[in-house]
């Protein structure tokens, strides 16, 4: 058989175990070729490939049940489960998914792609096994970073004393995104094969460590444990961006990755001097910690994701990265700013909502002054559905205590970080995108001391306005060309200026509010609200995503699909106006 014509777990098994090593080589190459031209998660994929060809190999999916933990990992998984045609789609706009999802095959046992999860739908899957008289195997593979995470401690628990049929195969490769931090790391390294060890005293049989791309090993060991029942643990090490000399230099660069030659590493698509939000954010965050000793930044293990390395490298001993523990996070940053300290919380939007909880009940209830830097608020692309910051300004402004900026460009980002830092008495969030400004960095002055919390960026002479929050701003500018609308950036979803919508209320006839967020129970809504209380007379349209999960696919694609881009708006506008 051809390795090029594998694209299966039963086609897989009709190989010899001594031609699997030769078709790692070649599933390796193939993916390397395939992410130069897609883009998408690299070093963690060629991390896994002999793991991946091994576990398809000894174990029965679909009816064993493979979790892949966050899931940026599972793109030979996904190879080798009848996708391998459909590659070429990868993370496209209809198009098979960069995460397992459990709609997209039955290979799929879980829907993956936050951390530290896997453990718990294994548990799950296994007690339903034993409830159901099921005779199959349940394989949770979680890497070392992911293991840090309080969930998967809490499953380890859980599932110790569970007498279940779990296998857990910790992935131990030293990094997530960056480096991995805390003690389990320095932990892992100490454990023989001979020893008892924390797992052990959790109720686990350990097996390990073991090299985790040398095939007969992983063949031999998948193989023994198989047939012992109880929950066990498989400790692998591997190499993240294994096989590919630049990745596994610089993992942290390589974890993920756009178009890019394969033979020099370098990337091809077109360059520009715009600049990222995120490093927007991070290059002002260090003009406060030159300027004030108090500044410190917390995040759960998004340091350069976050741009923090750019404070980090200044001021090491002020940015703490806790590892993937985002409830940790919320709550550390709380006692620090309870002593005293400016404290920058910098988290996801998505990654945000695992810690609600503490957000409410350490920081808001005590009206700590924690200034969250929420990133990847909006759309993020062709991540999709898992990823995408929509739901934040929904779930942030019901929380009393909160100020809530969500800011149209780079200066306004650049403002808003100042004037959280200047005028913090409690905590407030500050709500950014993923991708570009629409223009060149500038370090530009900052203006502070007065800043109004709504304002007319252009006027029209119709009357109809649009009142839009954060960088969906340019679609609505974008409009305001083709029609004679004019437009509104709210700047702060709370406190929302209710004077200044309280004149849009008696100066317009047509209301259109506008976010890249879901619009049920967000500033729309809110909007709304006030229209009712004071008798607005005229026709209020409220624009946002969708009740519905969105797919992945370009930023473009996506706004155009929900109705939010600046094509749209002119539809509804001429036709509904």
């Known amino acids: 058989m051809q390795f090029e014509d594998i694209d299966s777990p039963l086609k897989l098994k009709k190989?010899?175990?001594n031609q699997l090593p030769d078709y790692a080589v070649w599933l390796r190459e193939f993916l390397i070729g395939k992410i130069a031209e897609l883009g998408g998660h690299f070093a963690a994929n060629l991390g896994v490939v002999e793991l991946t060809i091994a576990l398809h190999y000894v174990y029965n999916a679909p009816e064993d049940k493979i979790i892949w933990d966050v899931g940026h990992q599972s793109y030979a998984h996904k190879i080798l489960t009848k996708r391998k045609s459909l590659f070429d789609s990868l993370r496209k706009?209809?198009?098979?998914?960069?995460f397992p999802k459990m709609s997209e095959s039955e290979?799929?046992?879980?829907?993956?792609?936050?951390?530290?999860?896997?453990?718990?739908?294994?548990?799950?899957?296994?007690?339903?096994?034993k409830l159901l008289k099921l005779n199959r195997q349940h394989i949770a593979v979680i890497g070392d970073g992911a293991m840090s995470a309080g969930q998967a401690f809490e499953a380890l628990n859980n599932a110790g004393i569970s007498d279940t049929n779990i296998t857990v195969i910790l992935n131990d490769n030293h990094i997530g995104i960056d480096p991995s931090q805390g003690a389990l790391g320095e932990y892992l390294d100490q454990l023989d094969y001979k020893s008892d060890n924390l797992f052990t005293d959790f109720g686990f049989q350990y097996f390990g460590p073991i090299d985790g791309h040398q095939l007969p090993q992983l063949l031999e060991v998948f193989k023994r444990s198989k047939d012992i029942t109880g929950p066990k643990v498989i400790h692998v090490r591997t190499i993240k961006g294994k096989g590919y000399a630049p990745a596994e230099a610089e993992q942290t660069k390589w974890h993920s990755t756009s178009k890019f030659d394969k033979l020099s590493g370098?990337?091809?698509?077109?360059?520009?001097?715009?600049?990222?939000?995120?490093d927007i954010f991070g290059k002002t965050l260090l003009e406060l910690a030159e300027k004030d000793t108090k500044v410190v930044a917390v995040t759960p293990a998004m340091v350069?994701?976050?741009?923090?390395?750019?404070?980090?490298?200044?001021?090491p001993d002020r940015v703490f990265d806790v590892g993937i523990a985002e409830q940790h996070a919320l709550t550390f940053s709380a006692g620090l700013a309870a002593s005293g300290l400016k404290t920058f919380c910098c988290i996801y939007s998505t990654f945000l909502q695992r810690a609600y909880d503490q957000l409410i009940h350490d920081i808001?209830?005590?009206?700590?002054?924690?200034?969250?830097?929420?990133?990847r608020a909006g759309l993020v692309g062709e991540d999709g559905p898992t990823h995408h910051g929509v739901f934040d300004l929904a779930f942030l402004q019901t929380v009393p205590n909160l100020t809530i900026l969500s800011p149209s460009?780079?200066?306004?980002?650049?403002?808003?970080?100042?004037?959280?830092?200047?005028?913090i008495n409690g905590p407030i969030v500050i709500r950014y995108p993923r991708g570009k400004s629409s223009e060149p960095y500038i370090a530009s002055e900052i203006q502070t001391e007065s800043i109004p919390k709504a304002k007319l960026v252009h006027k029209g002479q119709s009357n109809t306005v649009i009142l839009s929050i954060g960088t969906i701003l340019e679609e609505a500018l974008k409009a305001a060309e083709k029609t004679d609308v004019s437009v509104v950036d709210l700047r702060f979803a709370k406190p929302i200026d209710e004077t200044f919508i309280k004149d849009v209320f008696n100066t317009y006839q047509n209301v259109l509010t506008l976010e890249e967020a879901q619009v049920l129970g967000g500033i729309g809504s809110h909007i709304?609200?006030?229209a009712f209380e004071n008798k607005f007379k005229g026709t209020l349209k409220q624009l946002g995503i969708k009740d519905e999960f969105v797919q992945h696919g370009t930023i473009a694609e996506l706004r155009k699909i929900q109705g939010i881009d600046a094509e749209s708006l002119v539809k509804v506008i001429n036709s509904q106006f």
């Open 409 to 423: 460009n780079q200066l306004e980002l650049r403002n808003a970080i100042y004037f959280a830092y200047q005028h």
């Open 528 to 530: 709304a609200q006030l």
């Open 107 to 129: 290979y799929d046992a879980f829907g993956t792609a936050h951390s530290s999860t896997s453990i718990s739908a294994a548990l799950g899957y296994a007690q339903a096994a």
């Open 93 to 98: 706009l209809d198009g098979i998914s960069g």
């Open 15 to 17: 190989l010899e175990e």
């Open 266 to 278: 370098k990337g091809i698509e077109s360059s520009d001097n715009h600049i990222k939000y995120q």
């Open 304 to 315: 350069s994701g976050s741009s923090l390395n750019f404070m980090q490298d200044k001021f």
């Open 364 to 375: 808001a209830l005590q009206n700590l002054p924690v200034i969250f830097a929420v990133d």
